[in-house]
C-alpha cells in the first residue's frame, strides 16, 4: 500500500524557521509536491521535487532524498499568515496523486 | 481567468437521497479527481479520470458515482449507499497523464461542504 506520514502539528514563533518532514513509500514516483491549505479553502501548490536535492522558492524551500523516501518543507522568517496545514503529496504510477494527512503549522508572535 | 470551480459550496442531504457535486474547469487539463476530507485528515482519493470517457475508483469508491462526458466537467453523485457522507469534497485537474508533464501540479476547486441532515 502507500504509506505517506507528516507530522500532525506544529508551533512555532514568528519570524522564526520551521522544517516539516515527509516520509513516503509509494508504488511508483514521480514527484512530490508541497501544498499549504488554509482551514476551509482549497490546497495551493507551493513546491515540486523530482531530482535529489534542495529547490528554494523565496521563503519556502524543500528537500528531496528519493534514496531514504524522504522531503522535508523549510519555512523561513514565519509569518502570521503560514499558519496552514502543510501537505506533502506523492505523484505515483498512472497520474496518481497520494497525500499526507497534512502538517497544522500554528505560527505564534 | 482559468480554474475549476466546485458547486455548491454548501450542500445538505436527507436519509436515502443522492446528491450531486458538480466541478467544471476551464484549464483545457485532461485529468480530473474527486478526494474526500474529514477534519484533520488528508485527501482520499474517490474517483479519478485521465481522459474523456474513462475513469478509474481510487481508494474510497464505494457509495459514490461519476461521469466524464465532457473533458471541462466531472460530477460526483454521493448516494444512499455511502453511510458516512458528511465532509469536504475536493475536485482536482491536472493537465495530462502523460509523464512529460509530472512536474505540473494539480490545481483544486474551493470545495463543497456536505452535511446530513
Known amino acids: 500500500g502507500q504509506n505517506i506520514d507528516q507530522p500532525t502539528e506544529m508551533t512555532a514563533t514568528e519570524g522564526a524557521i520551521v522544517q516539516i518532514n515527509c516520509t513516503y513509500q509509494?508504488?511508483?514516483?514521480?514527484?512530490l509536491f508541497w501544498y499549504q491549505q488554509h482551514a476551509g479553502e482549497a490546497p495551493t501548490f507551493l513546491s515540486y521535487?523530482?531530482?535529489?536535492g534542495l529547490e528554494e522558492k523565496g521563503r519556502f524551500s524543500s528537500f528531496l532524498s528519493r534514496s531514504k523516501g524522504y522531503s522535508y518543507l523549510l519555512l523561513k522568517e514565519l509569518q502570521m499568515k503560514d499558519s496552514a496545514s502543510y501537505l506533502c503529496a506523492v505523484r505515483g504510477n498512472f497520474n496518481k496523486f497520494y497525500f499526507g494527512s497534512g502538517t497544522k503549522l500554528n505560527v505564534k508572535p | 481567468d482559468g480554474g475549476i470551480t466546485q458547486s455548491p459550496k454548501y450542500l445538505f442531504r436527507k436519509e436515502g437521497q443522492n446528491v450531486t457535486l458538480s466541478c467544471e474547469q476551464n484549464?483545457?487539463?485532461?485529468?480530473m479527481y474527486w478526494y474526500r476530507q474529514d477534519p484533520g485528515q488528508g485527501l482520499r482519493l474517490i474517483y479519478y479520470s485521465q481522459i474523456v470517457n474513462d475513469f478509474q475508483k481510487g481508494d474510497i469508491a464505494e457509495g459514490y458515482s461519476v461521469s466524464r462526458e465532457k473533458k471541462e466537467s466531472f460530477p460526483l453523485t454521493v448516494t444512499s449507499a455511502q453511510k458516512n457522507p458528511t465532509a469536504f469534497y475536493l475536485c482536482?485537474?491536472?493537465?495530462?497523464?502523460?509523464?512529460?508533464?509530472?512536474?505540473?501540479?494539480?490545481?483544486f476547486g474551493d470545495g463543497t461542504r456536505l452535511s446530513i441532515l
Open positions: 482536482a485537474s491536472s493537465i495530462s497523464w502523460d509523464p512529460s508533464y509530472s512536474n505540473q501540479p494539480q490545481h
Open positions: 509509494t508504488s511508483g514516483f514521480n514527484g
Open positions: 521535487n523530482v531530482l535529489d
Open positions: 484549464l483545457n487539463h485532461d485529468a
